[in-house]
């Protein structure tokens, strides 16, 4: 059974950083493209970052050059690292695994920014 666990959310003042972390079970982790995902109250989710198997990053406009993606695939975890955070950042944060056939989500944390 497939399985992502994210933890790391919370609340952060403007301008301060998280770290979001999904372990996997379930999956060969290694040749799977990982991302992370964001749903803002009335908003569509929308993807934040994804890095491939290979390492190949991408990023949403938004976000570039504050968060980066990363991955350790001997702990099966995928990270996202959150620098300058912003209000308009505030939203659930949703792991994500590319199964090509389907696609796998966490339960997703909160991610709340004051001003």
Known sequence: QVQLVESGGGLVQAGGSLRL???????????????????????????????????????ADSVKGRFTISRDDAKNTVYLQMNGLKPEDTAVYYCNADLVSRQVWGQGTQVTVSS
Do not use: D
């Open 21 to 59: 972390s999904c372990a996997a079970s379930g999956i060969i982790f290694s040749i799977r493209t990982m991302g992370w995902y964001r749903q803002a109250p009335g908003k569509q989710r929308e993807l934040v970052a994804r890095i491939t198997s290979v390492g190949t990053t991408n990023y």
